[in-house]
RNA sequence: GCUCCCAUCGUCUAGAGGCCUAGGACACCCGCCUCUCACGUGGGUAACAGGGGUUCGAAUCCCCUUGGGAGCGCCA
């Protein structure tokens, strides 16, 4: 184990990069940073009716807005298939392996009859002990042939996984599977073994619904008399109803997040918590996880996945970013939220100095970036400014006497400061007997048009005197 | 159905026989701070699935039950 450490991610380019593969992929990233190893990257494209040219771009579009980053070139199984086939047929010369000629028909009956009584689909094993007369006469029938495994027939076969355990099963429960398909190309099992051999995976971390598969595999590693690497077989991302991610909750593509509003690096530290755990820690940079990632604290049992908790992270997150990088972060979201088109044609320089000065304010208001945005809109709103309803509510009171006060005081001021804003507003709430709040409330209806917003003077100060001035008049009238 | 895996607050989890009258975080409730909303901060509600063992002692070990999950293809 002091061998340096290779793992890999290799995700099936059927679909988008779903939340579970990117925590897996994060694992995978953590484990070879954490030993000065490398993550590498296969696509597993050897079905060819589903796997699609726009899945592979999402994928790794995906990893790259997670951060997680892999050594070397992307390997594609499906190129591989030569390789693949050539260590099927050494395994048929050298006797681990065999024809089969049973039919579709045979094979359906097959499973019919394991249904029937109740059992799990079973291969018989009919063409195991076949020799070459009996390939000829189904060769001269026409009958094309598959190469299965000769899979032990008694006895165990054990997989020391680095999260399971010990896991064992019987050989008896395990069929004869296919290695090589009639029409010559690898099954996903061969395809998979031989490459993690020829790649030097040492470490395999995949979801828990690859644990049987484990047990299949292990026995081809052994046939081969390949050693079988390191396994870890991490436990499945569930909805908040328990039941297997959907859609509807969470399994929705990397990218989906990115237009929510997350931070990469919120997301990361979300989903390493998920099913792991370091003490009490709950925010970990990605330094910090990676320094002390360990399999061993990895659970087994299977986790739900909240928003709320990830919100929270977030929110923690975005507080933290510089406002500079947190304007670059929010430019992309822009595409994806209701009048974001119409913010991003009017960021000119200036505008972006202002949001950025603003971005104090914001950012503590905010758990996603999506939120931030629409706490933005303010900045970007032209007079004279729609009210909501509460902000119309305020001004319909007294509101509008109190602006008309204001007003004055506030076109008198000298300079346009913080402080002196402040003082301003004291002075007239000392002088008309009224609490600070009865003023800020309707001036913030008129600069903001809503009822909440950033602290009041921060609002003036960055929206500036003019168009400050301009909102009070609009409204005070 | 069969095989395998799992089981601590609503959720994510700490806990590797005595440190546990079970800790942290999110969510929720109540305060404080306060120009709103937040942030921050103080406090609170809330869990060892059930039953048997083993042991001086069990959330921690074993068994059973119950409840979840995954897999059972010439898909990956």
């Known amino acids: 184990m002091s061998d340096p450490i290779v793992t890999r991610f290799a995700p099936s380019p059927t679909?988008?990069?779903?939340?579970?593969?990117?925590?897996?992929?994060?694992?995978?990233?953590?484990?070879?940073?954490?030993?000065?190893?490398?993550?590498?990257?296969?696509?597993?494209?050897?079905?060819?009716v589903r796997s699609t040219p726009e899945a592979i771009d999402a994928i790794i579009d995906g990893l790259k807005w997670l951060g997680l980053s892999w050594d070397g070139e992307v390997i594609y199984q499906f190129a591989r298939a030569p390789r693949h086939k050539e260590v099927a047929e050494a395994m048929l010369a050298n006797g681990r392996a065999y024809k089969c000629y049973a039919t579709s028909e045979e094979l359906e009956a097959m499973r019919e009859a394991a249904k029937a009584a109740g059992k799990p689909m079973r291969y018989d094993g009919r063409w195991r002990e076949k020799g070459p007369e009996d390939h000829a006469k189904a060769e001269a029938e026409g009958r094309k042939y598959v190469i299965r495994l000769k899979a032990p027939l008694d006895g165990q076969t054990t997989v020391q996984d680095l999260v399971q355990g010990t896991v064992t099963w019987d050989n008896e429960n395990l069929d004869d599977l296919v290695l090589l398909r009639s029409d010559g190309t690898p099954t996903y099992m061969l395809a998979v073994v031989v490459d993690d051999h020829d790649m030097g995976v040492t470490h395999i971390i995949r979801g828990d619904d690859h644990l049987t598969n484990a047990a299949r595999q292990s026995q081809i590693y052994e046939a081969n008399?390949?050693?079988?690497?390191?396994?870890?077989?991490?436990?499945?991302?569930h909805g908040p109803d328990g039941a297997k991610l959907s859609k509807r909750h969470g399994a929705l593509g990397v990218d989906a997040y990115r237009a929510l509003g997350y931070l990469p690096e919120a997301l990361r530290?979300?989903?390493?918590?998920?099913?792991?755990?370091?003490?009490?820690?709950?925010?970990?940079?990605?330094?910090?996880?990676?320094?002390?990632?360990?399999?061993?604290?990895?659970?087994?049992?299977?986790a739900r996945f909240d928003f709320a908790k990830l919100e929270?992270?977030?929110?923690?997150?975005?507080?933290?970013?510089?406002?500079?990088?947190?304007?670059?972060?929010?430019?992309?979201?822009?595409?994806?939220?209701?009048?974001?088109?119409?913010i991003a044609n009017a960021l000119t320089p200036e505008k972006e100095a202002q949001w950025i000065a603003a971005m104090p304010g914001l950012k503590e208001r905010a758990k996603t970036l999506v939120e931030l945005i629409d706490g933005s809109?303010?900045?970007?709103?032209?007079?004279?400014?729609a009210m909501d309803e509460k902000a119309r509510e305020i001004l319909a009171k007294d509101g509008k006497a109190i602006l008309a006060r204001l007003l004055s005081r506030l076109e008198a001021l000298p300079v346009w400061e913080a402080a002196a804003l402040e003082e301003a507003v004291r002075a007239e709430a000392e002088?008309?007997?009224?609490?600070?709040?009865?003023?800020?409330?309707?001036?913030?209806?008129?600069?903001?048009?809503?009822?909440?917003?950033?602290?009041?003077?921060?609002?003036?100060?960055?929206?500036?005197?003019?168009?400050?001035?301009?909102?009070?008049?609009?409204?005070a009238a």
Request: proline fraction near 4%; aromatic fraction near 8%.
């Open 269 to 302: 530290n979300y989903l390493v918590r998920l099913g792991w755990a370091h003490g009490d820690q709950e925010i970990f940079s990605t330094d910090e996880m990676t320094a002390v990632f360990d399999l061993k604290n990895v659970g087994r049992s299977p």
């Open 15 to 48: 679909g988008f990069l779903h939340i579970g593969g990117g925590r897996t992929a994060l694992f995978n990233w953590l484990l070879a940073r954490r030993h000065g190893g490398k993550m590498l990257l296969r696509i597993e494209d050897t079905d060819r």
């Open 312 to 342: 929270s992270i977030n929110g923690h997150y975005m507080r933290k970013t510089d406002d500079a990088a947190l304007l670059e972060a929010l430019r992309p979201v822009l595409a994806h939220v209701e009048g974001g088109a119409e």
């Open 431 to 475: 002088s008309s007997g009224l609490k600070l709040g009865a003023l800020a409330q309707p001036l913030r209806a008129a600069l903001t048009g809503r009822a909440t917003s950033p602290g009041i003077f921060e609002v003036l100060v960055v929206l500036g005197r003019e168009e400050c001035l301009g909102r009070l008049r609009d409204q």
């Open 225 to 237: 008399g390949w050693k079988v690497p390191f396994m870890a077989h991490i436990p499945l991302i």
């Open 377 to 385: 809109r303010f900045l970007f709103a032209t007079r004279p400014l």
